[in-house]
């Protein structure tokens, strides 16, 4: 590096000093998750094969793929837990190696099993050691009510189900006020309930700014609270990007009485529409405005249609995931 | 940061060994042993009143040793079965990517185990080991030249044999670091008798058995130092020639050099122990 010789000003603050500030303050701040060039091999098996791709701040990032396609490997070179033959991984604009890079990072692992002599309780302040982080107890006693375990913060792990041990997961992932969480198959052993409760912490995660990489089997889950999707398979990126870049156009079904011929032109108005009885599909196009649908429906009611259900095509992403993984034909939204 | 982790992992480790059935077992084992060596010195002294009492001291001495070497042995086995699976035991089921995932080092986690484990062992060792010494000194009224060396020493050999399993714990399955650490264990201790064996009867080659697997695992070496601290000075030169070939009699004290050849052995293995740990996937 070279001598810096302007010194006794940037000691004080002077201008050398504000000059550097001023440069790291235009700097963007540094992605959640960036990784590059990621490469694994098990023995003759390749895991991991380039996988590059970036989760912005704030931004909840599902990770798709069939089994075997590597999400997990991926999840586990990013944290450290397993060590890439090749590639860079930053996290939270720390460089993967070093261990502070996790201090702001919540995990929840598909393997997850915590300490069964230990109650929740003594779980949670485990880690909050482990971090370095100051939480309060009532804070963990709160992340503990938040996963549904707030009754048995006294009961030791090891009598609890399958299902509260992945609550209690949660609740170690989240209880360290971290800026970055990546679960991996958080529902894979809860009932409906414990999903919906799964889906309304992702969608306060994202209220509250927090970035989410989410590796989960279940589309719908990824398709209601994802901003981006990175499709994986055979080790490799096989798709990304936002949900409306990747499903490119979008369906709405209506079912519908009362409609009139005006109506009906209102309907192939705003898209391709296909009609049996009752129910009515508009193939929206993908450079549609948000406003779209409920200018739609307002129009319809003016015309005197009396509306039963408006439903969004949420089988799409499975649709697509499928065509991809079938056929290859990805494309890279990004 | 890696001061903090190191211990928070040892107090962790405490924790899961207090609060584990195998606490419960030594417990038990440990009470029945006392128990059985304090009806046993309290006939060897109602039985054998018409012994000298230089006699009396060699036969309580011998037994006391005999006594001590079954506590090590309960302390050897508890914590290379609990070294074992502390570690791979942990990595196989997941219950090591929640903790390792946080801003840790490995090597420090691995630091806070072995010191948790050394606390534990050596907490038992020196607990039992003291509270023998008590039974003796109240039915025979023999009390050991120096009990803290001796302590200390059979606490540092669990503590080696303990190092063993965590580095056996880092490559093989729970249960086999835990058979291979405890077989290396009694192996050392064979070839140490069949070493004092060569050497009362002045067979060289046969002697430099019990040396080199010293070397190679401290465990028996310090357990001779142990033993010299717990028996009668008085003994050798009463015995004589023979005390060569009791496994339960020493009859000389440890180097420092050994001291710390077994220190620096700790050292290496422990280092050997973080290097694969941390080029481990989990």
Redesign the interface.
Same mark, same amino acid.
């Given at each position: 590096m070279a001598p810096v010789t302007a010194a006794p000003t940037a000691r004080n603050g002077g201008p050398a000093r504000d000059a550097a500030e001023d440069l790291l303050a235009e700097l963007p701040p540094s992605a959640a998750v960036w990784c590059s060039g990621l490469r694994k091999r098990y023995g003759r098996r390749t895991a991991v094969d380039g996988v590059s791709f970036t989760v912005g701040r704030g931004e909840v990032v599902g990770l798709l793929g069939p089994n075997g396609a590597g999400k997990t490997s991926v999840i586990k070179i990013l944290l450290g837990l397993v060590r890439p033959d090749a590639g860079d991984v930053l996290l939270l604009g720390r460089p993967g190696r070093d261990p502070y890079a996790r201090a702001r990072v919540g995990y929840l692992p598909e393997l997850f099993r915590y300490q069964p002599w230990l109650t929740p309780a003594e779980v949670l302040a485990l880690h909050v050691r482990l971090t370095g982080a100051a939480v309060p107890a009532a804070d963990r006693r709160e992340a503990l009510a938040a996963v549904g375990l707030g009754q048995r913060a006294g009961d030791r792990v090891g009598g609890f189900s399958k299902g509260m041990q992945q609550r209690l997961g949660l609740a170690v992932a989240l209880v360290a006020r971290p800026e970055l969480v990546i679960l991996d198959e958080p529902t894979s052993a809860l009932d409906p309930l414990g999903r919906a409760d799964v889906r309304d912490l992702l969608l306060s995660l994202k209220a509250r700014g927090v970035a989410v990489l989410l590796n989960s089997h279940l589309i719908g889950e990824v398709e209601r609270v994802c901003d981006r999707v990175v499709i994986l398979d055979k080790g490799r990126v096989a798709a990304s990007g936002t949900l409306a870049e990747l499903l490119g156009r979008r369906e709405l079904r209506l079912r519908l009485d009362g409609v009139g011929s005006a109506a009906e032109e209102r309907l192939a108005a705003a898209g391709d529409l296909t009609r049996s009885g009752d129910a009515f599909t508009v193939t929206l196009r993908a450079d549609q405005a948000a406003a779209t649908v409920p200018d739609l429906v307002a129009d319809l009611v003016a015309l005197g249609v009396r509306v039963h259900a408006v439903e969004p095509g949420r089988i799409s992403l499975e649709e697509r995931l499928l065509d991809i993984l079938r056929t290859g034909s990805g494309g890279d939204g990004r | 940061?890696t001061a !903090?982790?190191v211990l928070?992992i040892a107090a962790?480790t405490v924790?899961?060994a207090a !609060?584990?059935r195998v606490l419960r077992a030594l417990a038990v084992l440990t009470i029945l042993l006392l128990a059985l060596s304090a009806w046993g010195f309290s006939r060897i002294d109602a039985e054998f009143g018409s012994l000298t009492t230089g006699e009396a001291r060699l036969v309580a001495s011998t037994v006391l040793n005999l006594v001590m070497f079954g506590l090590s042995l309960i302390a050897t086995l508890g914590t290379a079965f609990l070294a074992g699976p502390t570690l791979s035991g942990e990595i196989e089921?997941?219950?090591a990517? @929640?903790?390792? @995932? !946080?801003?840790?080092?490995r090597s420090a986690v691995l630091v806070g185990k072995w010191l948790g484990l050394v606390i534990f062992g050596s907490g038992f060792v020196v607990l039992a080991g003291l509270a023998q010494c008590l039974v003796v000194w109240a039915t025979v009224g023999y009390w050991p030249p120096d009990p803290v060396a001796g302590l200390a020493l059979l606490a540092a050999q669990t503590s080696v044999l303990l190092t063993l399993g965590l580095l056996l714990s880092t490559v093989i399955s729970p249960m086999a670091s835990g058979i291979v650490a405890v077989g290396l264990f009694g192996a050392t201790w064979i070839a140490g008798v069949v070493g004092s064996v060569g050497a009362a009867l002045d067979n060289e080659g046969v002697a430099r058995v019990g040396t080199v697997s010293r070397m190679l695992l401290p465990t028996d070496g310090l357990w001779r130092g142990a033993m010299h601290a717990f028996q009668d000075p008085t003994l050798l030169t009463q015995a004589g020639a023979e005390v060569g070939e009791s496994p339960f009699l020493s009859d000389a004290q440890l180097t420092v050099t050994y001291l710390a050849w077994a220190g620096l052995w700790v050292a290496l293995v422990l280092g050997l122990a973080a290097m694969t740990f941390l080029?481990r996937?989990?």
């Open positions: - | 940061m !903090r982790t928070t962790l924790r899961e !609060r584990r089921s997941g219950m990517l @929640a903790v390792l @995932a !946080r801003p840790v080092r080029r996937d989990l």
